[in-house]
């Protein structure tokens, strides 16, 4: 598949999804890359042949028109995305960090910023907004709302997001020179009244959790600034807490925009909006919630909640919000997250709850712990 991928300027649209989905198995990734006992070669070095001919037909179509990047992008943006994260072991990190400088020597992160500017361009009020103009007129130009009924263009704009955060997960350069304005785009989405598309909402907390874990962390100054704002514009984490309560409206909210999303890509963008409105079913118990879109929703919120309840013992400002979120029966909400039948999402909660402080837990939080780790543990692989 990587040979038929590399063998044209366009791929096929099939080849091309085939093998985005092929590496959703780490070994074949590896393998593209040069990193399996089978496929390295004598120098140990590793293979650029897929990075390369991914920035080249990214280019390609973002060349040709904006309705063809629209189109046809998505499933090169999940390759390329995959291609940067890479993570585990001393190998396979150091061949993530090639690849993206790689990326970055040809300035694939700028390219992405224009197609996240165009792409919110085609629904913007008004006005201009261009890479390096006023911060505050991307948010103030662009109904983020009118994207809801465009699912192609949330899903592009999406992987967009998801492939900037692997890119600014390993290079520190390219985190700071899209950083103050990327952070714009993913608070669109986050900051929003309601719930606009949940595959976006998750993409622009998934980046915005990169950024909080790496931006400016040479510059204290600078970085509790950032801090500070981000708080600000989280709402000191209230809504977060609602997203993974399954009794309050934000979670009913995620829900709903689910469905919607589903019915749109039903009955398409136009036809969507004429059929007969979907009728909302309830949303189910946790134990029997398996919708892929909702809970990665729900993953994306516990990975923002691990970062405060993490850094609360070295920032003040993070212990204040992480106290505030433990008075809000943060660690209640968590157990319940673990019957939730997903062991990405369980992941994400044990990771979470191991950074909590197990003394101020009361006894009953500590049994429905224990309770809940047993079932989550069953489930993982």
Not at 112 to 130: K, N, Q, Y
Not at 177 to 193: K, M
Not at 196 to 206: E, F, I, K, M, Q
Not at 274 to 294: G, M, N
Request: hydrophobic share 40%.
């Amino acid at each position: 598949l990587k040979d038929m991928y590399c063998l044209t300027p366009l791929p096929h649209e099939g080849v091309t999804r085939l093998l985005a989905h092929a590496f959703t198995r780490r070994a074949s990734l590896e393998a593209a890359l040069g990193l399996s006992s089978s496929s390295q070669d004598a120098s140990g070095e590793i293979d650029l042949k897929l990075p390369r001919h991914v920035v080249s037909v990214l280019e390609n179509y973002k060349g040709k028109s904006e309705t063809m990047w629209q189109k046809m992008a998505l499933p090169h943006l999940e390759i390329l995305k995959v291609t940067t994260t890479l993570s585990t072991g001393s190998t396979t990190t150091k061949a993530s960090n090639s690849v993206v400088k790689f990326y970055e020597s040809k300035h694939l992160h700028i390219t992405l910023m224009m197609a996240c500017h165009d792409s919110f361009e085609a629904e913007a009020t008004t006005g201009e907004a261009g890479i390096g103009s006023d911060k505050k007129d991307i948010r103030r130009k662009v109904d983020v709302k009118k994207l809801k009924n465009h699912t192609r263009c949330v899903d592009v704009v999406s992987a967009v997001f998801n492939a900037l955060g692997g890119l600014m997960a390993y290079s520190h350069r390219i985190l700071d020179s899209i950083a103050d304005e990327l952070v714009e785009y993913l608070l669109l989405a986050i900051t929003a009244d309601h719930v606009t598309d949940p595959v976006l909402l998750a993409a622009s907390l998934r980046g915005l959790c990169v950024l909080l874990q790496h931006y400016k962390v040479n510059s204290p100054m600078e970085r509790q600034r950032f801090l500070e704002r981000m708080v600000k514009e989280l709402q000191h984490m209230k809504p977060y807490l609602e997203f993974i309560d399954g009794t309050q409206r934000r979670f009913f909210e995620l829900w709903r925009a689910t469905q919607y999303r589903y019915h749109i890509c039903v009955h398409g963008p136009e036809q969507g909006e004429s059929a007969q409105p979907p009728r909302f079913s309830q949303p189910p118990r946790f134990a029997h919630l398996h919708d892929e879109t909702v809970i990665q929703c729900l993953t994306a919120c516990v990975c923002v909640i691990e970062f405060f309840t993490v850094e609360a013992n070295t920032n003040s400002l993070c212990h204040d919000i992480s106290q505030k979120m433990d008075s809000s029966d943060r660690d209640m909400l968590l157990f319940r997250l673990l019957e939730i039948p997903s062991s990405v999402l369980s992941s994400a909660v044990l990771r979470c709850i191991a950074a909590v402080d197990f003394t101020e837990m009361s006894s009953d939080e500590v049994h429905h712990l224990i309770k809940m780790i047993q079932i989550a543990a069953s489930r993982l692989p």
